[in-house]
């Protein structure tokens, strides 16, 4: 039978939470930081970028207003996605809503800050013109503050669910316990029958003699 370890750490209510609280956000924090890190590269590709419409090419802009923020998305997306301490999921769940903030608003720092030219839509029309702003930087970035936020707000309250995690039970498992070894036991061996052993005591021993082993016995004197 195992034995149940029912002893509690006052501390674990208030840090561990368990994994699934922010496991839903921070896959999809993490896919929409891919797709904002990545796009700028392989847009060209579906006539789908801003200029300049070559693929895989990089430029500074494109490293401090996509790349930079998609990567940010994405380490906050895996701290949710993996963490158990409410303090680790918190920063994840910051550094998201951060990331999407830079999308949101990073193009208005560009010029001042010299952050490097982004360029202009590739596509021709309005739509998709409006279709690129809103899947590269102000749509993407809403998306992920969104998400982080939601986030946020799963993992900073301390709710009954936690309550029940911290509490559970810890099964021990049993130790196996050594075999004894066991204690030898004699082999009796077996007594060979010897024909001196007929022998009764008190009687003097009989010698066989020739006669006997035909049958023959010695005469008994009959005293007079």
Known sequence: MKDVDTRLDPRAGRMEIARSRGAASGFLLVLLGLWGALIPFVGPYFNFAYDPDTPWTWTTARGWLEV???????????????????????????????????????????????????????????????????????????????????????????????????????TAEPVAAEPVAAAPTEVMEPRRHHAADDVVEGEPRRHRSWRDMFGGHRRTPVAH
Do not use: K
């Open 68 to 170: 930079l923020p998609g990567a940010v998305a994405v380490v906050g997306g895996l701290l949710l996605l993996m963490s158990r301490n409410r303090a680790t999921a918190m920063l994840g769940g910051w550094l998201a809503v951060i990331a999407g903030a830079w999308f949101v608003v990073g193009r208005l720092f560009a010029s001042p800050w010299g952050l490097g030219d982004f360029g202009g839509p590739a596509a021709s029309s309005t739509a998709g013109q409006v279709a690129l702003e809103l899947t590269f930087f102000s749509g993407l970035g809403a998306l992920i503050i969104f998400f982080g936020a939601m986030a946020l707000g799963r993992v900073s309250v301390h709710s009954l669910r936690d309550v029940r995690y911290a509490t559970r039970p810890v």
